[in-house]
């Protein structure tokens, strides 16, 4: 990662391991053809305001406190805050190999993941990747996991990480394991991981494959109100779902090819960014489709603000689109 030590102000003036598969696998309503659905939101025109920065993929938001957000894209500088208005608030003076996600801590401290190229050809930044940084609200570098270039399933290696969220006891977990990912790297060894905020190993779980408590290329991550963890298994077409103790509760697979998630109150919303390029907004009690935003291009990421509008974040296409109800 390149690191520079300026932060920009905008002018806009401001338990898994070894858990038991003992659990059946309860499979959800099949979710009704994506134009059949409704879909109560309407995208905001001329969102954000990027000024001179070049538009990259959108692969990382965290919603804040006062209607704005923070975003991770594949860019320079890879992380920008903005307001509810779309206008930058803060600048971080960093670049990645490849972003691909962005979390939130106890503290107010972000994270941001760097995969690592997915194919034998270096990132056009020279840098790595399969790394994961934490900073501070004001750019300033805090923690590093992992080694730059090093692709390994370790306690401080990742074999190529690809998201992460803090647990409700106040950790972080990791999804690691990019599908696809270089040949010059291990082909299996898909997992997730358990680090302390101050970025001491935990634990780690899951392995290379299809069976509960298996994944091939998890991408995305969200816990419940319930401590119930989520996880977007993408090259396997499901979402998997985890106790508290990592116990496997049951998969759904009326998702599509997940991409990302996020989770708030009783709905979780999910963007499949392969042939159906669209979110599902879907009941958390029984995994039922409720509505949908089609027309989307390759969406990765998604967030929700307290606000209920939606922040889809695209590979393709516009960066970051921000949703709201028809009615707002």
Same mark, same amino acid.
């Not at 401001?14 to 994506?34: D, E």
């Given at each position: 990662?390149?690191?520079?030590?300026? $932060?920009? *102000?905008? +002018?806009?003036?401001a338990?898994? %391991?070894?858990?038991? %598969?003992? =659990?059946?696998?309860n499979?959800?309503?099949?979710?009704?053809?994506?134009?059949?659905?409704?879909n109560?939101?309407r995208?905001?025109?001329?969102?954000?305001?990027?000024?001179a920065?070049?538009?990259?993929a959108?692969?990382?938001?965290?919603?804040d406190?006062?209607?704005?957000?923070w975003l991770?894209?594949?860019?320079?500088?890879?992380?920008? =805050?903005?307001d509810?208005s779309?206008?930058?608030?803060?600048?971080f003076? @960093?670049t990645?190999?490849?972003? =691909?996600?962005l979390?939130?801590?106890?503290d107010g !401290?972000?994270?941001? $993941?760097d995969?690592?190229?997915?194919?034998?050809?270096p990132g @056009?930044?020279? $840098?790595k990747? !399969?790394?994961?940084?934490?900073f501070?609200q004001n750019?300033k570098?805090?923690?590093?996991l992992g080694?730059?270039? $090093?692709?390994q399933?370790? &306690?401080?290696t990742? +074999?190529?990480?690809?998201?992460?969220?803090? &647990?409700?006891d106040?950790? *972080?977990v990791?999804?690691?394991?990019h599908?696809?990912?270089?040949k010059?790297?291990p082909q299996?060894?898909?997992r997730?991981v358990?680090?302390?905020?101050?970025?001491?190993?935990?634990k780690a779980?899951?392995?290379h494959?299809?069976?509960?408590?298996?994944f091939i290329g998890?991408?995305? +991550?969200?816990?419940?109100?319930?401590?119930?963890l989520?996880?977007a298994?993408?090259s396997n077409n499901?979402i998997?779902?985890?106790d508290?103790?990592g &116990?496997?509760?049951k998969?759904w697979?009326?998702?599509?090819?997940p991409?990302?998630?996020?989770?708030?109150?009783?709905l979780?919303y999910?963007?499949?960014?392969?042939?159906?390029?669209? +979110?599902?907004?879907?009941s958390?009690k029984?995994?039922? %489709?409720?509505?949908?935003?089609?027309?989307?291009s390759?969406?990765?990421? @998604?967030?929700?603000?307290?606000?209920?509008?939606?922040?889809?974040?695209? @590979? !393709?296409?516009t960066?970051?689109?921000?949703?709201v109800?028809?009615?707002?």
């Amino acid at each position: 990662m390149l690191i520079r030590s300026r $932060v920009v *102000i905008g +002018l806009a003036g401001a338990a898994l %391991v070894g858990a038991a %598969v003992t =659990h059946a696998q309860n499979q959800p309503p099949a979710a009704p053809a994506a134009n059949a659905m409704t879909n109560p939101y309407r995208m905001l025109e001329s969102w954000p305001h990027l000024g001179a920065i070049k538009e990259g993929a959108a692969i990382g938001i965290v919603p804040d406190s006062k209607g704005g957000v923070w975003l991770q894209h594949r860019g320079d500088p890879a992380i920008i =805050h903005f307001d509810a208005s779309g206008n930058i608030l803060k600048q971080f003076a @960093v670049t990645f190999a490849s972003s =691909h996600g962005l979390c939130q801590d106890a503290d107010g !401290n972000l994270w941001a $993941v760097d995969s690592g190229p997915f194919t034998d050809t270096p990132g @056009v930044t020279g $840098v790595k990747g !399969n790394q994961v940084f934490k900073f501070d609200q004001n750019g300033k570098l805090l923690l590093a996991l992992g080694r730059a270039g $090093v692709s390994q399933a370790g &306690t401080d290696t990742f +074999l190529q990480p690809t998201a992460c969220r803090a &647990t409700p006891d106040g950790n *972080i977990v990791i999804a690691d394991g990019h599908w696809p990912r270089p040949k010059a790297n291990p082909q299996d060894g898909d997992r997730l991981v358990f680090y302390t905020r101050d970025g001491k190993f935990i634990k780690a779980f899951g392995r290379h494959g299809s069976k509960p408590g298996e994944f091939i290329g998890p991408h995305g +991550l969200a816990y419940d109100s319930q401590g119930r963890l989520f996880v977007a298994d993408r090259s396997n077409n499901r979402i998997q779902i985890f106790d508290k103790d990592g &116990t496997f509760l049951k998969q759904w697979t009326n998702v599509g090819v997940p991409w990302g998630l996020f989770i708030r109150g009783d709905l979780m919303y999910l963007v499949d960014g392969s042939d159906n390029n669209c +979110l599902l907004v879907m009941s958390l009690k029984d995994g039922t %489709v409720l509505d949908t935003i089609t027309g989307l291009s390759n969406p990765t990421a @998604v967030a929700v603000d307290s606000t209920g509008a939606i922040y889809v974040g695209e @590979v !393709n296409g516009t960066n970051v689109k921000k949703f709201v109800k028809k009615s707002s």
